[in-house]
């Protein structure tokens, strides 16, 4: 799916403001109206995901609501069809990523936990960089044919759902002491019921820690707002057309490299410190990106995001699965993705708004302020005193 996602996600920004002529901003406005409808769906996702105890159904649910979007693509000839696409495509990644990040964490081991959800993340991310090799080779062979490379990617999406229908099952795991399966050992809070009441209650279903780990997730959104204003920074630098997926193949390639690394560290030295060292890389990045007139120093910023996802992405997953309460796992991604998809919302409509009112510097450096943010509550989490209270929390 995300070779599919990917092969049309690092065309649609050129392809909406150079064929369609969208400005900038309404790039801005369509990706949050995107991920604001993920995050919409998303909690309620997960909640569904504790409820049902079938997370597979639900995540065959979004991955084909995906898949039924790829063809609106290349039927698009407004704002209207791209709008209502990007919609369609989001409402399926926000109902199926909860109960896939459930599954992995069912039939992952307590001491290898950060492994195994930065081997997912990772390998969620080939798909990412070989789209944009191929959408390069296809560019090329077709003159710069937009649609006829979006109609091509929606093949892979068609198999993924297949695969995922007739490939994977529901886990059926025996218990163990360090992380018994959710659908085995009884909780000491029922699955969360479906009701605006017990939506209410939430808060006071999770722990201070669960809360604080949501919070970070959330200030490393806003200060990376969506990779569409990466290919549209590296296209004003002078990247021609056919080439600009590079931007994706090379970022995406980072982040698959280093995921699974990050979640190893993290296992064996705890999970705040690639979380930091994630958050430094992310702001070098948006100062690189913000200088220069040239390809080198915004080359090395897309380096740094891909770098930064790797190192946070799968730790902040895994930071999850670690807090959360037995019984509601998927609620707690759900919220999580909620959370991170209304970071991204917000800084994606305030980055095309910078972009076109004062220009693509101001719009990187205005993202440096959450980033420290976030360094400011790893710093608390250093602090004795702070960090017993976040312990016992």
């Known amino acids: 799916m995300d070779l599919s996602s990917e092969m049309i996600h690092a065309l649609l920004p050129l392809f ?96 290898i936990r950060g492994a195994c959800f930065g081997l997912r993340q990772g390998l969620d991310t080939v798909g990412a960089f070989l789209a944009p090799s191929i959408a390069i080779g296809l560019m090329l062979l077709t003159a710069d044919n937009y649609r006829l490379v979006f109609w091509f990617a ?127 890389v992310l702001i070098l990045g948006n100062i690189l990106l913000a200088s220069g007139s040239g390809l080198l120093l915004p080359g090395l910023g897309i380096v740094c995001w891909g770098l930064h996802l790797g190192l946070t992405q799968g730790i902040l997953t895994a930071m999850i699965a670690d807090a959360a309460p037995v019984g509601l796992k998927a609620t707690a991604f759900g919220v999580l993705n909620l959370v991170s998809g209304l970071g991204l919302l917000i800084a994606s409509l305030i980055a095309g708004t910078l972009w076109d009112l004062i220009g693509s510097s101001a719009m990187f450096l205005a993202a440096l302020l959450p980033a420290f943010g976030v360094l400011l509550i790893i710093g608390l989490l250093k602090m004795k005193r702070f960090n017993q209270w976040f312990l016992r929390a």
Do not use: C
Not at 25 to 47: H, R
Not at 53 to 64: I, Q, S, W
Not at 86 to 100: L, Q, T
């Open 154 to 280: 929606s093949l892979p999406a068609l198999l993924a759902v297949i695969l995922l229908m007739v490939g994977v099952k529901e886990p059926t795991v025996e218990p163990e002491p360090e992380q018994p399966p959710l659908s085995s050992v009884p909780s000491k809070r029922p699955p969360f019921p479906l009701s605006l009441t017990a939506l209410r209650e939430l808060p006071r279903q999770f722990s201070k820690a669960l809360w604080f780990t949501i919070l970070l997730a959330g200030l490393l959104s806003l200060a990376r707002f969506s990779d569409a204003f990466l290919i549209l920074r590296s296209q004003q630098a002078g990247l021609p057309i056919a080439w600009v997926p590079l931007i994706m193949v090379v970022m995406n390639l980072v982040y698959a490299a280093s995921s699974y690394p990050a979640g190893l560290l993290s296992d064996r030295f705890g999970r705040i410190t690639p979380l930091a060292a994630g958050t430094l």
């Open 16 to 111: 909406m403001v150079k064929a369609l002529g969208i400005p900038v901003i309404a790039v801005g406005l369509i990706e949050g109206i995107a991920e604001g409808t993920a995050t919409v769906t998303k909690l309620f996702s997960g909640v569904v995901a504790d409820r049902l105890r079938k997370p597979k159904l639900l995540a065959v649910l979004g991955y084909g609501l995906s898949a039924l979007s790829k063809p609106l693509f290349p039927l698009a000839s407004g704002l209207g069809l791209l709008v209502g696409a990007r919609f369609v495509d989001r409402i399926g990644k926000g109902i199926r990523g909860a109960p896939r990040d459930s599954l992995v964490m069912e039939l992952s081991p307590a001491p």
